[in-house]
């Protein structure tokens, strides 16, 4: 499959303090790229430089599988976007500020714009002057200008904000249409994994400026894992049993009294039993399920040292 978007150890310094540092992102053609990660953690200033608002420090970035070239340009007209805060002409109306984005892009088309319209719900309003819009709908004409070109590519930097629960679950089914009915590849921000989760089919974790994982949203939700937690006020000895007396080696120490054990080929009885019989003071042990949300923020917490689940003593 052809990317759409490919950079290698693209970074961005702020005069000493590089906010973006060696990213290697790759988004294939057609599908929705969950661009994950905490505020400030530099998600922005990716899009931006692969807009050509951000000048890099360093790397490079393939569009449309074209290198960039300082000063090219062209590649813009294949790409939709919204990111920040949208501006419109407040005494325009919603179809006349979109008639004047397709003008100035070089594509206009009245029926995609009626299109547009119709996809974000704004059609019976679009003759109503913006500044008469709320907040969410607003957001909802910024994605409607963003597609009224049809581009290739959508640039979505949080687009969920400011929308209410109807217009989050009317967000997220129009980007499963652009990319099926469409064939558009969207790289969509988000600081929660909750929005990202539910519509992306692969996900881009980024922290610090530092991407941590690359993942398809298939391969996680495989390499889910249950686990038995165990809390002990002696995890030493508690470690000691499960190597030396169970021959157990997939588990780690998550907490000071809490221990995590992967293997389960060892049933909860023989853990228990086995801990008991060797003086290890139990507080609880408990069957549990990795959920996506803890597997990031382990993902987080350890930097690029992710391999969860870590072997004993690693
Ligand atoms: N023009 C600038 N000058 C100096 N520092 C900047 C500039 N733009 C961004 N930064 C810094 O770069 C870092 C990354 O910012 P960025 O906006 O890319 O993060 P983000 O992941 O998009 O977060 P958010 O969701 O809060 O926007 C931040 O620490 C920010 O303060």
Redesign the pocket.
């Known amino acids: 499959m052809t990317n759409t978007i490919r950079t290698r150890m693209l970074s ?1 310094s ?2 000493s ?1 590089e ?2 540092s060696n990213v290697d992102i790759t988004v294939k053609r057609g599908e929705i790229y969950g661009f994950l ?12 430089m692969l807009l050509g608002l ?1 000048r890099p420090t360093g790397g490079e970035i393939e569009l449309f599988g074209e290198k960039l070239m300082p000063g090219s340009n062209e590649h813009l007209k294949r790409i939709g976007h919204l990111i ?1 805060t949208p501006v419109f002409y407040e005494r325009l109306t919603a179809a006349q500020n979109l008639d004047l984005h397709a003008e100035y892009m070089g594509y206009h088309n009245k029926e995609a714009i009626g299109e547009a319209l119709r996809m974000v719900q704004l059609i019976g309003v679009d003759n109503k002057p913006v500044k008469e819009f709320s907040l969410g709908m607003k957001q909802r004409l910024a994605i409607a200008r963003a597609i009224c070109t049809r581009p290739e590519l959508l640039l979505l ?2 687009p969920i904000n400011g929308l209410d629960p109807e217009g989050i679950q009317l967000m997220r089914s129009l980007f499963r249409r652009l990319r099926d009915e469409w064939g558009i590849s969207i790289l969509i ?1 988000s ?1 929660l994994l909750s929005e990202i989760e539910q519509i992306a089919d692969t996900i881009g974790v ?1 922290d610090r ?1 530092h991407l941590i994982r690359e993942v398809s949203l298939d391969e996680l939700r495989a390499s889910r894992t249950d686990y038995v937690e165990i809390a002990t006020p002696n995890a030493a000895l508690a470690a000691f049993v499960l190597t030396e007396k169970l021959g157990i080696e997939r588990f780690k120490q998550t907490g000071e009294r809490v221990l995590r054990v992967y293997d389960m080929n060892v049933s909860q009885e023989t853990l228990s039993k086995t801990l008991i019989l060797n003086d290890v003071p139990i507080e609880s042990i408990n069957r549990r399920h990795h959920s996506l949300e803890e597997y990031f923020f382990d993902m987080i917490k350890g930097g690029d040292n992710h391999d969860a689940p870590r072997q004993a003593g690693a």
């Open positions: 961005k702020y005069k303090t906010t973006v990660g905490p505020n400030g953690a530099g998600k922005s200033t990716v899009m931006k951000v920040e930097d949080e921000s600081h980024i400026g």
